[in-house]
């Protein structure tokens, strides 16, 4: 009797115990973009600033794609990339990070938690003289 007792009691705990729970919202993604804020160096020293929001960069790490969502309309200021979606790679050598954009390398990386460096003149191979440094800063957007 006792056993059918327990059983009972156990039975009605998780029956009770297992409820949905509407006041819990959908968890949340959050997304990295990456915004342009500088680019300096090439042949002629450039040294351009760029407001929040104007090359907006977005790395889709699962599908290996950028996405780049380009404002600028100021032709004389060098911003890297044209609006589009890229298929992208990243190469490790020891601790350096080299990212390549449309199989074509594009340069060293270095992250920090909120600035992304990409370095033209870092690359896998050896050292160049005339590329660009592209300094973005990241921002988080949340998305049910």
Same mark, same amino acid.
């Given at each position: 009797?006792?056993?059918?007792?327990?059983?009972?009691?156990?039975?009605?705990?998780?029956?009770?115990?297992?409820?949905?729970?509407?006041?819990?919202?959908?968890?949340?993604?959050?997304?990295?973009?990456?915004?342009?804020?500088?680019?300096?160096?090439?042949?002629?020293?450039?040294?351009?600033?760029?407001?929040?929001?104007?090359?907006?960069?977005?790395?889709?790490?699962?599908?290996?794609?950028?996405?780049?969502?380009?404002?600028?309309?100021?032709?004389?200021?060098?911003?890297?990339?044209?609006?589009?979606?890229?298929?992208?790679? &990243?190469?490790?050598? /020891? !601790?350096? *990070?080299?990212? #390549?954009?449309?199989?074509?390398?594009?340069?060293? =990386?270095?992250? @920090?938690?909120?600035?992304? &460096?990409?370095?033209? /003149? !870092?690359? *896998?191979?050896? #050292?160049?003289?005339?590329?660009?440094?592209?300094? =973005?800063?990241? @921002?988080?957007?949340?998305?049910?």
């Amino acid at each position: 009797m006792k056993k059918y007792f327990l059983t009972a009691i156990f039975s009605a705990l998780i029956l009770t115990g297992c409820s949905v729970d509407n006041n819990n919202p959908t968890p949340q993604v959050v997304i990295a973009h990456w915004n342009l804020i500088k680019t300096t160096g090439g042949v002629a020293g450039v040294n351009h600033t760029f407001p929040l929001k104007t090359v907006i960069w977005t790395f889709d790490e699962a599908n290996l794609k950028l996405t780049v969502v380009n404002n600028n309309t100021d032709d004389t200021k060098q911003d890297a990339l044209d609006s589009g979606t890229y298929d992208y790679s &990243v190469a490790k050598n /020891n !601790d350096d *990070s080299y990212l #390549s954009i449309s199989e074509n390398e594009f340069g060293g =990386f270095k992250i @920090t938690s909120s600035q992304l &460096v990409i370095d033209q /003149n !870092d690359l *896998s191979q050896g #050292s160049g003289a005339d590329g660009f440094v592209y300094t =973005f800063q990241k @921002t988080l957007e949340t998305a049910n």
